[in-house]
């Protein structure tokens, strides 16, 4: 028989299928689990891409952590692997992991990227493709990350917003950087099980592109992503491509790759998308993972500053390049970028898994922690200062004073001062310690039990000055006295001798450490070189005074006034220069029948917002700091009343709680600190500080991934998820009722760790998400999100059923947050001075106040040290251009600008001009 006419190849619908697998590393099981599953299924895939070129590609979800993860087992399988990802048929990376955009800062992200793109490189090559296919939500900046690693295209589901009407649009960072991006319609898995049949194959083409309608792109394919979350691959794919095609002539089914699907797609007449995706109209963007277990966005928060906001920059300056700890900054970048997973970051995984985060974040920390030592340590052993000073180091980029705690020998008031010029230092006694420390009574040769803590001039932790030793009868009284100020400390060794020689008359000994009197002090230093360091010591000169006060239910600085209402709890703050807003720090209590993903109210909700009783207490009154508790007391419901599906009340049963805030100034400082503790036994509810603003606002600015985003007081949702105006900061929030052409006053929240903000109130009022508690990773039926986000498992971690602290700091200003200088403010309250004691080394040869780096114009997001020489990150975050201006021990930098993958972009001398919203990375010479 003759063959059927067949329509013409060229017109014929592209059906691109893309192979993959969606693999959460850890989620509602631990990682070891999910390796297991991991392990087979490229054990499977990898026999089956050799054997069956049909099968021509696979996606392994754009992540190389989990290829390192299979090696670690199977370091077998990795020559296979590196020639099918250089062949093109396993596409890899561009990520080390698959991160959430809103819950890790900038720096974790680029981290991610770059470590993800050197490994995908040395593995075959990487994805040109920023697929980004389940976070939720994606950052404004993120099409610049991905132009600055060469990638022109990415590609979403998650926070779409309803204005995009096709499957593609252009997708615009604020500094005009713009990648295409491709929608996912119908998510990753909108190809996942298809079926064994050539013709139920066509049906379902036909389908989807029945359901796509006028959002499918004109002239643009059918995009098929063939797999789901851990789904194994469909060996018989590539058979029943061909079948399919066989069969009919209106597709062209293709087995294919990303990158070779959007090579073909189209470009002309795209809508462009501006900034940020966190619209719900079409995917859920779970916005509630903000502030749910806010002790892991704490821990995250301490980790990401000890290693980008202190340990690189202080080892990347401080140490000698020989001496620069890469591997050891290798190790905690690992343990963070690994972390930044979304279910990871976002702690809606079980509570195994959460507890792993925890130790990751951690052990980074400690890493970053350890560092910092390290090189303070080194510094002061080269600082040519008398012997006992002490050298502040200033961390950040901006010059700045501060309030640091030290331990001086002696008791009375202490005088410290610049040792470059005499500026005195105020300061303030907290404590003396002193007094008896290590007793003990022995009889005979049982004393070298005893004199096993003696060590050189130590005793029991004591440097000893003198010693007393007096015999009566069988009875042999010890007294070591620890050294006191100007004192030398003694050699034991005689003493040690001659306890042993009474020891042989079977005498009973009493010894006693007597402790020379200890202060604890804090000293408000004037300020310290950015990225530098200054050197103090005794003075003659007595302690300034400074504006600090304190009394009954009020502190107050220079600047500050603030006020207690002790008949609710909130208080008041009063500018210096007449600005006044009260009522703030009102805790508002709700119930919370939702999950990990969302905050959801009970049907029939009760709200506490007003104290049963307060009592407040002064603490200190300068001249450095000045210090109130308020302890309030409030009776809120001890649990919800629902199941895995919904929640329907409150339990009619309370508990009291008492939650006690400590509220602080310190001299020169325009914001207010505080510090709320409590100890939750209360289930299923969520706990908010509510502050009234100077003005009503009609928007918010946060800080986000190298900008500061703009938002309503409104959010885009859809039929799956109410669209609550609850967002993200990552260090800050402002809410000001001015702009840069008119005149206005704000309130900025400066935040560690509490992520989650919202305007409620018509603009009237900022809510602060202290805590919310829950008890499933999902829910079927929530009252705001019909649908359940996950498995229907129920936690007990996320309850936090323990003692809780969270912190803050409160910035009334005037002007807009960038006249406010708001990431130098967050520097100010997130990042302390470092100190260290030195001096007295013979050779040391730096000067006692010194700056190898100074960066002026523009934000700073890393000094880090690689092989090729420094790199300093910065970014301008402002609307407008700038100068970027740096400079190397007092000279003009020079080097070059690179892109993040530190490929030359441009030679520079001392200075560039920065665009608006730009990111620049300098290698200096």
């Given at each position: 028989m003759p063959e059927p006419t067949r329509r013409p190849t060229a017109s014929r619908t592209t059906v691109a299928i893309v192979p993959h697998t969606h693999w959460d590393r850890e989620w509602y099981s631990p990682f070891q689990a999910f390796r297991l599953r991991l392990v087979a299924l490229l054990d499977d895939l990898l026999p089956l891409l050799e054997r069956d070129l049909s099968y021509a590609r696979f996606l392994l979800d754009g992540q190389t952590a989990v290829l390192d993860d299979y090696l670690e087992v199977r370091p077998e399988a990795a020559s296979a692997l590196r020639r099918l990802a250089t062949s093109g048929r396993l596409a890899v990376g561009p990520w080390m992991i698959l991160m959430d955009e809103f819950m890790v800062s900038g720096e974790t992200i680029v981290r991610d990227l770059q470590l993800g793109m050197a490994r995908a490189t040395e593995l075959g090559g990487a994805m040109p493709v920023g697929y980004l296919p389940d976070m939720f939500g994606h950052v404004?900046?993120?099409?610049?990350?991905?132009?600055?690693?060469?990638?022109?295209?990415?590609?979403?589901?998650?926070?779409?917003?309803?204005?995009?009407?096709?499957?593609?649009?252009?997708?615009?960072?604020?500094?005009?950087?713009?990648?295409?991006?491709?929608?996912?319609?119908?998510?990753?898995?909108?190809?996942?099980?298809?079926?064994d049949d050539a013709k139920q194959l066509v049906a379902r083409a036909h389908g989807y592109e029945l359901e796509l309608g006028d959002v499918r792109l004109p002239g643009g394919g059918l995009l098929l992503m063939n797999g789901t979350d851990h789904q194994a691959p469909q060996p018989w794919l590539g058979r029943v491509v061909a079948e399919a095609n066989a069969v009919q002539d209106d597709y062209r089914f293709v087995v294919t790759s990303l990158p070779e699907y959007l090579e073909d797609q189209p470009t002309a007449g795209l809508s462009t998308i501006s900034g940020e995706l966190r619209s719900g109209a079409r995917a859920n963007v779970l916005m509630g993972v903000a502030s749910n277990r806010v002790d892991v966005h704490q821990v995250c928060a301490a980790a990401e500053r000890a290693l980008e906001r202190r340990a690189e920059p202080m080892s990347a300056l401080l140490l000698t390049p020989d001496r620069y700890p890469h591997v050891l900054l290798g190790l905690a970048w690992r343990q963070l970028v690994l972390n930044s997973a979304h279910d990871s970051s976002c702690a809606c995984s079980a509570d195994e898994v959460v507890d792993a985060v925890v130790v990751r974040y951690q052990e980074a920390r400690q890493i970053g922690d350890g560092l910092v030592r390290q090189a303070l340590h080194a510094l002061a052993a080269d600082v040519d200062a008398p012997a006992g000073s002490t050298v502040v180091v200033n961390p950040t980029a901006t010059d700045r004073g501060g309030v640091i705690t030290i331990t001086v020998p002696g008791d009375g008031p202490v005088q410290l001062g610049a040792l470059e010029d005499g500026t005195p230092c105020p300061s303030q006694v907290l404590r003396t310690i002193g007094g008896d420390g290590f007793a003990r009574s022995v009889v005979g040769q049982k004393v070298r039990w005893v004199l096993e803590g003696m060590r050189g001039p130590e005793f029991a932790g004591t440097r000893v000055g003198r010693y007393e030793l007096e015999r009566t009868g069988d009875v042999v009284d010890v007294v070591c006295f620890g050294v006191g100020p100007g004192e030398p400390a003694i050699d034991l060794e005689d003493l040690r001798d001659e306890l042993l020689t009474l020891a042989e008359e079977d005498v009973t000994f009493n010894i006693r450490v007597h402790n020379a009197p200890v202060r604890e002090v804090i000293v408000?230093?004037?300020?310290?070189?950015?990225?530098?360091?200054?050197?103090?010591?005794?003075?003659a000169t007595a302690s300034p005074a400074t504006g600090v006060s304190g009394g009954h239910d009020r502190i107050a600085n220079e600047l500050l006034r603030v006020e207690v209402d002790s008949s609710d709890g909130t208080w008041s703050i009063a500018t210096d220069d007449g600005m006044r807003v009260g009522g703030l720090g009102r805790l508002v209590d709700g119930g919370d029948g939702g999950d990990t993903y969302n905050y959801s109210p009970p049907i029939d909700d009760v709200v506490v917002d007003r104290p049963e009783s307060v009592t407040v207490t002064p603490l200190e009154a300068g001249p450095v700091r000045a210090r109130v508790l308020v302890e309030s007391t409030y009776r809120w419901p001890e649990r919800a009343i629902g199941n895995m599906m919904s929640c329907s009340r409150r339990s009619d049963e309370t508990v009291a709680v008492v939650v006690s805030t400590t509220l602080e100034v310190r001299t020169g400082e325009s914001v207010l600190r505080v510090r709320t503790e409590l100890d939750n036994r209360c289930r299923d509810h969520r706990l908010r500080a509510h502050f009234p603003l100077p003005a009503p606002v009609d928007h918010s600015d946060a800080e986000c991934a190298f900008a500061v985003v703009a938002r309503g007081l409104t959010a885009e949702g859809g039929p799956h998820e109410t669209p609550l105006p609850t967002f993200v900061s990552r260090r800050f929030v402002d809410a000001s009722s001015g702009d840069l052409d008119h005149d206005g006053v704000g309130l900025a929240v400066l935040h560690d760790g509490l992520l989650e903000y919202e305007l409620v109130n018509d603009g009237s009022e900022l809510a602060l998400t202290l805590l919310r508690a829950t008890g499933y990773l999902s829910r079927a039926d929530l009252l705001l999100r019909p649908n359940p986000a996950g498995p229907l498992d129920p936690l007990e971690g996320p309850q936090l059923q323990r003692r809780l602290a969270v912190e803050y700091a409160l910035l009334p200003h005037r002007g807009t947050w960038s006249e406010a200088d708001l990431h130098a403010r967050a520097d100010q309250v997130l990042v302390p001075l470092e100190r260290v004691r030195g001096g007295g080394v013979r050779g040391a040869s730096r000067p006692v106040t010194g700056r190898p780096l100074r960066v002026e114009g523009a934000q700073v997001s890393a000094v880090l040290r690689e092989p090729g020489g420094l790199v300093v990150r910065v970014f301008n975050p402002l609307a407008h251009a700038v100068t970027a201006r740096l400079e190397r021990d007092g000279a003009p930098a020079t080097g070059w600008v690179t892109d993040l993958l530190g490929r030359p972009q441009q030679q520079f001398q001392g200075e560039l001009a920065l665009a608006a919203h730009r990111i620049a990375t300098f290698r200096l010479d």
């Open positions: 404004a900046q993120m099409p610049q990350l991905l132009r600055q690693a060469g990638l022109e295209h990415a590609v979403v589901w998650r926070g779409v917003p309803a204005a995009v009407t096709q499957t593609a649009f252009w997708w615009e960072a604020p500094d005009g950087s713009r990648v295409r991006a491709e929608y996912l319609y119908g998510s990753y898995s909108n190809g996942r099980d298809l079926p408000a230093v004037p300020p310290a070189p950015g990225f530098g360091w200054r050197t103090f010591g005794p003075v």
